[in-house]
């Protein structure tokens, strides 16, 4: 009997997912946003145009704001160097790795440019999607744990504000998905970086588009396994020789996350303006 695992339709929803909470820490920032002089946007660097939040244009309004590709590490360093041209010509943005310190210091040098001249303290607010890195880098800019890290999505439930400098200031704030990814492509590319709770999504799932989408990116010439393939591999396997599919998955999905399968970047910056009219 063939218990391969099946793909749902091309068109069917495969998360969704916008609590309450959210949307009360997105009418907050809202609020809070005249306290505000400069924005953080941080993205995870594999799905910039997926991991960006469109709401914040109208939210952010006029404000300095500063771009940072997270998890520049996991990403395909020519792909992440294409989309850092494509965003240059609308806004400070940087590539960083939020975990190595080095790497978080470009973020504060960038920071101090957007502060400079200003009198007094200056505010930020560092948004995000959930599990994006916001933490992480918040917690490199103040050289110490203050502001809680975990890989999971919606850690983050409240605004919290820490002190950076003489004069500057950072507020954290919840992760905020958008109120629908309409796109099952994007869909499963958020719940593939983390940006949506595990028990939102089928994880089988995930990780089969993701596999169809990579081998016909590569005309089938990659040496990332498929689900099957890694599930027999890794010993995922229950009683009579049947496939722990749903296990596996989920370990499937944690070493795409751990760069095991290699640098990849899961959307591609476009050529010119041309194409996003």
Same mark, same amino acid.
């Given at each position: 009997?063939?218990?391969?695992?099946?793909?749902?339709?091309?068109?069917?929803?495969?998360?969704?997912?916008?609590?309450?909470?959210?949307?009360?820490?997105?009418?907050?920032?809202?609020?809070?946003?005249?306290?505000?002089?400069?924005?953080?946007?941080?993205?995870?660097?594999?799905?910039?145009?997926?991991?960006?939040?469109?709401?914040?244009?109208?939210?952010?309004?006029? #404000?300095?704001?500063?771009?940072?590709?997270?998890?520049?590490?996991?990403?395909?360093?020519?792909?992440?160097?294409?989309?850092?041209?494509?965003?240059?010509?609308?806004?400070?943005?940087?590539?960083?790795?939020?975990?190595?310190?080095?790497?978080?210091?470009?973020?504060?040098?960038?920071?101090?440019?957007?502060?400079?001249?200003?009198? =007094?303290?200056?505010?930020?607010?560092?948004?995000?999607?959930?599990?994006?890195?916001?933490?992480?880098?918040?917690?490199?800019?103040?050289?110490?744990?203050?502001?809680?890290?975990?890989?999971?999505?919606?850690?983050?439930?409240?605004?919290?504000?820490?002190?950076?400098?003489?004069?500057?200031?950072?507020?954290?704030?919840?992760?905020?998905?958008?109120?629908?990814?309409?796109?099952?492509?994007?869909?499963?590319?958020?719940?593939?970086?983390?940006?949506?709770?595990?028990?939102?999504?089928?994880?089988?799932?995930?990780?089969?588009?993701?596999?169809?989408?990579?081998?016909? =990116?590569?005309?089938?010439?990659?040496?990332?396994?498929?689900?099957?393939?890694?599930?027999?591999?890794?010993?995922?396997?229950? #009683?009579?020789?049947?496939?722990?599919?749903?296990?596996?998955?989920?370990?499937?999905?944690?070493?795409?996350?751990?760069?095991?399968? =290699?640098?990849?970047?899961?959307?591609?910056?476009?050529?010119?303006?041309?194409?996003?009219?």
């Amino acid at each position: 009997m063939n218990n391969t695992p099946s793909l749902r339709n091309e068109f069917e929803q495969v998360v969704q997912w916008y609590p309450g909470h959210m949307a009360a820490a997105m009418r907050r920032i809202d609020d809070y946003m005249k306290l505000i002089d400069i924005v953080i946007e941080v993205v995870d660097a594999r799905v910039p145009h997926s991991g960006a939040n469109p709401m914040l244009d109208a939210i952010a309004g006029k #404000r300095p704001r500063l771009l940072v590709l997270n998890r520049e590490d996991l990403a395909d360093p020519l792909a992440t160097a294409r989309w850092l041209s494509y965003f240059a010509k609308r806004r400070r943005v940087i590539a960083i790795n939020g975990r190595e310190q080095s790497s978080v210091a470009k973020a504060n040098y960038y920071l101090g440019q957007l502060a400079q001249g200003a009198r =007094g303290t200056q505010r930020a607010i560092v948004v995000g999607l959930p599990n994006s890195g916001k933490s992480s880098i918040i917690n490199g800019l103040l050289r110490r744990a203050a502001a809680k890290t975990e890989d999971r999505a919606g850690v983050t439930r409240s605004l919290q504000w820490f002190r950076v400098g003489a004069n500057l200031e950072l507020m954290d704030s919840p992760g905020i998905l958008v109120p629908k990814i309409s796109s099952p492509d994007a869909q499963w590319k958020l719940a593939l970086v983390g940006a949506v709770p595990r028990e939102r999504y089928d994880p089988e799932d995930i990780a089969i588009r993701f596999h169809r989408w990579l081998t016909t =990116g590569t005309n089938g010439r990659t040496k990332v396994p498929d689900l099957e393939t890694f599930s027999r591999a890794r010993g995922f396997m229950r #009683r009579g020789g049947e496939v722990d599919y749903h296990n596996a998955a989920q370990s499937y999905i944690k070493d795409f996350n751990d760069g095991k399968f =290699g640098r990849i970047t899961l959307e591609q910056a476009p050529k010119d303006d041309a194409e996003t009219a």
